[in-house]
């Protein structure tokens, strides 16, 4: 069965710092991997997502995610923290075959920005 | 703004009621899903419909139960509530069924006294 775990539900950083959010996944098929955002009092935004081929992801405002196979492991990074990144993350697993896209997500970490 | 719609944003009930949570996918979206946040729990997968029929299940409870509607929109309904239901629920729209991005919906905060 799938699963997601990110390590750390808290993470604090300065701004102007690099920011890297781990997230670790297990999957027994080939995973599609996404990152969402959420800000205080709002829905879900996706910051990026890897399917197939490039295992460098860019997404939104600044963020990359890169996959590594042999590390069952997908991790966020920023190379410079703004105070606007302040949010809880999430790291998600598509549950493979085409039948259905469910998502399974990790427990969230809070991402503090420090002035 | 995602363009997935959800009504209400906040409900407030007693133990033992039945809610109903709609939402209106993005427009040209097919697949529907229900999740539920809570603090103990996290983010959860509840239900999924595609185009009107119901496509996977995850952790939903007996007493929830959903449908999807003939113009997309679905509906999440919830009876015999506990105070461990409230929690904060969203619904998500993608094009087809299976691993593409899903686009959410602001929520709906379900507060059970």
């Known amino acids: 069965a799938q699963s997601v775990t990110q390590l750390g539900s808290h993470v604090s950083v300065s701004e102007g710092a690099l920011v890297l959010l781990r997230c670790n996944y297990s999957?027994?098929?080939?995973?599609?991997l996404f990152w969402y955002v959420q800000y205080p009092n709002q829905g879900l935004q996706l910051l990026l997502k890897y399917t197939t081929g490039a295992t460098l992801v860019k997404g939104i405002n600044g963020f990359e995610a890169e996959f590594k196979k042999s590390e069952t492991s997908f991790h966020l990074t920023k190379p410079s923290a703004h105070m606007s990144d302040a949010a809880e993350y999430f790291c998600a697993v598509s549950v493979g075959s085409g039948n259905t896209g469910k998502l399974i997500f990790g427990q969230g970490t809070t991402l503090q920005v420090k002035p | 703004d995602s363009g997935v719609t959800q009504t209400p944003k906040h409900l407030i009930t007693a133990t033992g009621q039945r809610v109903t949570l709609r939402c209106s996918p993005r427009?040209?979206?097919?697949?529907v899903y229900w999740y539920q946040q809570s603090l103990d729990q996290g983010l959860q997968f509840l239900i999924q419909y595609y185009n009107g029929e119901e496509r996977a299940k995850g952790n939903i409870l007996e007493r929830f139960s959903a449908q999807q509607f003939p113009d997309l929109h679905s509906e999440l309904n919830l009876s015999s509530l506990e105070l461990g239901d409230s929690a904060l629920y969203f619904c998500?729209?993608?094009?087809?069924?299976?691993?593409?991005?899903?686009?959410f919906g602001p929520g709906t905060r379900l507060l059970v006294l």
């Open positions: 427009s040209g979206d097919l697949s």
């Open positions: 999957s027994s098929v080939p995973p599609y």
């Open positions: 998500a729209s993608s094009k087809t069924a299976s691993q593409e991005t899903q686009y």
